[in-house]
Nanobody, 130 residues
Framework: QVQLVESGGGLVQAGGSLRLSCAASGRTLSRYGMGWFRQAPGKEREFVAAISRSGGNTYCADSVQGRFTISRDGAKNTVYLQMNSLKSEDTAVYYC???????????????????????WGQGTQVTVSS
């Protein structure tokens, strides 16, 4: 099993920055593609960013392109989401997720679909004040 714990959320003013961390235990994350999702009240869970198993390929949703950066640190078994230029519409609970990709997929494989991820953290609240 993989246990994921997010941290780093909080209250920040519009235009500010936060860095979310996703610390894993149980297994190394090197074999998993990792993703960040967010969910606001009354809305569907939304893809934010993903990073491939190799760490060499990253992907961001259009809504956060140019503002958010996903990265991973294999030595710390941790995935990060650096969030800059935050907007009020970024307010949501942010979830870290791990994806064990199907066989024969490339190291660059990633998914934007929540149902394709196998493990989830408990979420961390990000609130951006206007």
């Amino acid at each position: 099993q993989v246990q994921l714990v997010e941290s780093g959320g909080g209250l920040v003013q519009a235009g500010g920055s936060l860095r979310l961390s996703c610390a894993a235990s149980g297994r190394t994350l090197s074999r998993y593609g990792m993703g960040w999702f967010r969910q606001a009240p009354g809305k569907e869970r939304e893809f934010v960013a993903a990073i491939s198993r190799s760490g060499g390929n990253t992907y961001c949703a259009d809504s956060v392109q140019g503002r958010f950066t996903i990265s991973r640190d294999g030595a710390k078994n941790t995935v990060y989401l650096q969030m800059n230029s935050l907007k009020s519409e970024d307010t949501a609970v942010y979830y870290c997720a791990a994806d064990a990709p199907p066989p024969f997929t490339l190291m660059s494989y990633y998914s934007t679909v929540p149902d394709e991820y196998d493990y989830w953290g408990q979420g961390t609240q990000v609130t951006v004040s206007s």
